[in-house]
């Protein structure tokens, strides 16, 4: 499967709990963006990162999201002390273009 | 605030007639305009691009784009049952700014 891939694919835990989320790109993109959705919206940008560089930050993410991509290859993305507000799907996309962004399956959060 | 508009739907059609969903956007600097389709609990699939003004075809979908009006549509001709899905439409808006803004999506159903 040469498409983005994300792990976990479901992610259930308990408020103020700390969750990381993992994403692999299509290998040859170096382009790697995270988006979170929620039931009934659409999908909401919250970081771009060009190789390792993290580029771009929504300014309504909290300061509890962090995400990094320290070898430009896969990225991590931390919620810590989660809320159940939080509960989401988290999108990974990649590109190889500013252009076309390509989804992976996501990974759907429940905070209890 | 950027923003982008679309009617929530559902919209439904029978199967073989033509499917025409709308999008408009705020931010009159927007350059490229996608359209993702997205079954349900799936994420987001590119379907179409669009850059410049007029009609850009790809098969059995139209995306059309009016940059004067900040109005984007797609068609979808011979719409199939497999089209019953929500469809997103996306802008990309400055130069340098790589995150996509999203609609909330039209929810398609095409009827047998």
């Known amino acids: 499967d040469t498409g983005v891939s994300q792990n976990p694919r479901h992610k259930i835990t308990k408020r103020g709990q700390n969750v990381t989320f993992r994403c692999d790109p299509i290998s040859e993109h170096n382009r790697l963006y995270w988006y979170r959705q929620t039931l009934g919206q659409g999908p909401e940008f919250l970081t771009y990162?060009?190789?390792?560089?993290?580029?771009?930050k929504s300014r309504l993410l909290s300061d509890r999201f962090s995400a990094e991509r320290p070898k430009g290859s896969f990225s991590t993305l931390e919620i810590q002390r989660t809320e159940q507000g939080d509960s989401a799907m988290y999108l990974c996309?990649?590109?190889?273009?500013?252009?076309?962004?390509?989804f992976g399956p996501g990974t759907r959060l429940l905070v209890l | 605030q950027k923003e982008v508009e679309q009617n929530s739907g559902p919209l439904s059609v029978p199967e073989g007639a033509i499917a025409s969903l709308n999008c408009t956007y705020s931010d009159r600097v927007s350059q490229s305009f996608f359209w993702y389709r997205q079954y349900s609990g799936k994420s987001p699939e590119l379907i179409m691009s669009?850059?410049?003004?007029g009609d850009k075809e790809d098969g059995r979908f139209t995306a059309q784009l009016n940059k004067a009006s900040q109005y984007v549509s797609l068609l979808i001709r011979d719409s199939q049952p497999s089209d019953s899905a929500t469809y997103l439409c996306?802008?990309?808006?400055?130069?340098?700014?790589?995150?996509?803004?999203f609609g909330k999506g039209t929810k398609l159903s095409v009827i047998p």
């Open positions: 669009i850059y410049s003004n």
């Open positions: 996306a802008v990309r808006s400055v130069a340098g700014s790589y995150q996509l803004t």
């Open positions: 990162f060009q190789n390792e560089a993290q580029l771009e």
């Open positions: 996309a990649s590109s190889p273009t500013p252009e076309t962004q390509y």
